[in-house]
């Protein structure tokens, strides 16, 4: 079991996330193409140091062939967020970083490229 600075529902924890997703543009969600979010506790590795995973093909990889697919896959954990934060602003401001990282990922820019740019 993952110890928590932070206590927090995850109804709580899947409002900030809706509220992270309300913060991104409307310009740039209406070009996301077939992709859900989820909220899940922990990955399902046990891995308590992994707050987000983008699963699926980015925008940039997608050809002619691509089609009939379930949606890409974006999901934000809860109990790792929770564990490296120590305030509930910490939780809102770590869930909107990670939100923004994993749409990143769906639109091609890999972690190298996001670290540069102070979303890693």
């Known amino acids: 079991m993952v110890t928590v600075p932070v206590e927090m529902s995850r109804e709580r924890f899947e409002e900030l996330v809706g509220e992270a997703l309300d913060e991104v543009p409307v310009e740039l969600l209406t070009m996301m193409n077939n992709v859900v979010f989820m909220v899940e506790d922990a990955p399902p590795d046990g891995s308590d140091d992994l707050l987000g995973l983008y699963e699926g093909t980015a925008l940039t990889d997608r050809g002619w062939d691509y089609a ?20 509930e602003t910490d939780v809102i401001d770590e869930v909107a970083i990670t939100v923004v990282h994993e749409i990143a990922h769906h639109f091609g820019i890999d972690d190298h490229r996001l670290h540069e740019l102070g979303w890693g």
Do not use: M
């Open 68 to 87: 009939g697919v379930l949606p890409d896959r974006i999901t934000i954990y809860r109990l790792p967020t929770l564990k490296v934060c120590d305030t």
